[in-house]
């Protein structure tokens, strides 16, 4: 079982920056895949960046690339979504999310707000 606590959103102007972070718990975190979606209102959860299980690579949702960056404390047992450029369409809830190996997406955690002001 993995528990994810999700935080760092909040309100800022567009073109500032945020850094969520994700803290699991769990032994075998840093040998699963993870990811962050999110889910604006009135829309589906959409996915935004993931790492592979080893951390070595990484993917980027086109509307995210070159102004969202992932990175790892393995130490720690957290991921981090650094989010710069900020833009009023990326105001939503952003999940993190992790699970074994070909298994899918198990665990959530329950999601952190973020707000961009226009």
């Known amino acids: 079982q993995v528990q994810l606590v999700e935080s760092g959103g909040g309100l800022v102007q567009a073109g500032g920056s945020l850094r969520l972070s994700c803290a699991a718990s769990?032994?075998?975190?840093?040998?699963?895949?993870m990811a962050w979606f999110r889910q604006a209102p009135g829309k589906e959860r959409e996915f935004v960046a993931s790492?592979?299980?080893?951390?070595?690579?990484?993917n980027y949702a086109d509307s995210v690339k070159g102004r969202f960056t992932l990175s790892t404390d393995n130490a720690k047992n957290t991921v981090y979504l650094q989010m710069n450029s900020l833009k009023a369409e990326d105001t939503a809830v952003y999940y993190c999310?992790?699970?074994?190996?070909?298994?899918?997406?198990?665990?959530w955690g329950q999601g952190t707000q973020v707000t961009v002001s226009a």
């Open positions: 790492f592979t299980w080893d951390r070595r690579s990484t």
């Open positions: 769990g032994r075998t975190f840093s040998s699963y895949p």
């Open positions: 999310t992790t699970g074994p190996r070909g298994e899918g997406w198990s665990f």
